[in-house]
C-alpha cells in the first residue's frame, strides 16, 4: 500500500510557533518550494532548469559536504538568485547528537555557505534534517541569529513506498498560499522529482501563484 506524504497538522504548528511552518499573507498568492541535501550534479540542475522556465524562485538547504564536493553548482544557485539555507555540514539527526558537536556543524556548514554567499537577510535559515530539533538548540541557534524553517507540506520524495501520482497527489491537495513545500535535490529522490515538480509548478502557475523564496 502507498504511503500517503505528510502534511503538518494545524496543532503541531501552534505548540511549535517559534519555528517558521508557512509565509501566509492574506493578500498573497505565493508558495514557497525549498530543497533539501543538495548540491548534486544532475538533480540539482534539473532543478534549476524546471524553476528557471516558471521564473520561479526557491530555497535551497544545502549540505555543507556536498557544497564542498560540487562549488560549481552550488554558485550556480546563487547566480540564479535563489535563497540559500543550511542544512548541517553531515546530514545530522539532532536528537542523538550532544548540542556542542551538532551546533558545531551546523556553523562549520554556515562558514561554507559564506564562502560563496553574501546572504542579504537579517536572519541565516536553517532546516533541521529529519525535521528534529530540540528546544535547547533551537536556543543556542537563535541567539546566533538562525531561523528554523520548517514545512507545510512534505512530498517524501525520497520515500520509496510511495508513488510519484501519490507523491504529487498530496502536493496539489494540501497546498495553499504561503506554503511551504519540501522537495529533495538527492539522488534518492530524483526520480520522484523529476516526475512531479514539473507539474506542480505548471498546475499552480496556471492558478495565478507565484514561486518565491524565503527571506527574513
Known sequence: MDLIPYKTPKVLKQF?????????QKNEKKLYLTFDDGPIPGVTE??????????AKATFFCIGSNIKKHP??????IAENHAIGNHTTRHLKAWKIDSKTYINDIND?????QEFYDTK????????????????????L???????????????DWEKNTTSKICLENIIQNTKKGSIIVFHDSIKASEKLKFVLPKVLEHFAKKGFIFDKIEF
Open 16 to 24: 511549535f510557533s517559534s519555528y517558521v511552518w508557512d509565509l501566509y
Open 46 to 55: 534539473f532543478v534549476l532548469e524546471q524553476l528557471k522556465q516558471h521564473k
Open 72 to 77: 560549481d553548482i552550488f554558485k550556480k544557485i
Open 109 to 113: 556548514c554556515q562558514a561554507i555557505i
Open 121 to 140: 537577510s537579517t536572519k541565516k535559515l536553517f532546516r533541521p534534517p529529519y525535521g528534529q530539533i530540540s528546544y535547547s538548540k533551537f536556543k543556542i
Open 142 to 156: 537563535e541567539e546566533q541569529g538562525y531561523k528554523i524553517i520548517l514545512w507545510d507540506v512534505l512530498s517524501k
